[in-house]
């Protein structure tokens, strides 16, 4: 069974930062494009950044200079590097892959979430 498992968050101050990270496990053939989305209370799912399998990244315009996205392709892990992070930060961060199986067969997948809080 595939799964995305997350991990990095936590509370932080304002101007500090965070790495985060998300490992793809189980039977696939290749991963496309990786992204990051998050979710505030009260308010939809957006996409954060994203990142194709050859490496072209696309940013929200609220976090671009801020936030840096990257994968490793042998690990089938993405991350995001979060600076100078601000209480507008605050979410519930979910990593998205974009599939192939070994039967040819393309779908998306969600990790579980994790909280990203900062205090002023």
């Known amino acids: 069974q595939v799964q995305l498992v997350e991990s990095g968050g936590g509370l932080v101050q304002t101007g500090e930062s965070l790495r985060l990270s998300c490992a793809v496990s189980?039977?696939?053939?290749?991963?496309?494009?990786m992204a990051w989305y998050r979710q505030a209370p009260g308010k939809q799912r957006d996409l954060v950044a994203s990142i194709t399998s050859g490496g072209s990244t696309n940013y929200a315009d609220s976090v671009k200079g801020r936030f840096t996205i990257s994968r490793d392709n042998a690990k089938n892990t993405v991350y995001l590097q979060m600076n100078s992070l601000e209480p507008e930060d605050t979410a519930v961060y979910y990593c998205?892959?974009?599939?192939?199986?070994?039967?040819?067969?393309?779908?998306?997948?969600w990790g579980q979430g994790t909280q990203v809080t900062v205090s002023s």
């Open positions: 998205k892959a974009d599939l192939r199986n070994y039967y040819n067969y393309y779908y998306s997948k």
């Open positions: 189980g039977s696939i053939a290749s991963i496309n494009t």
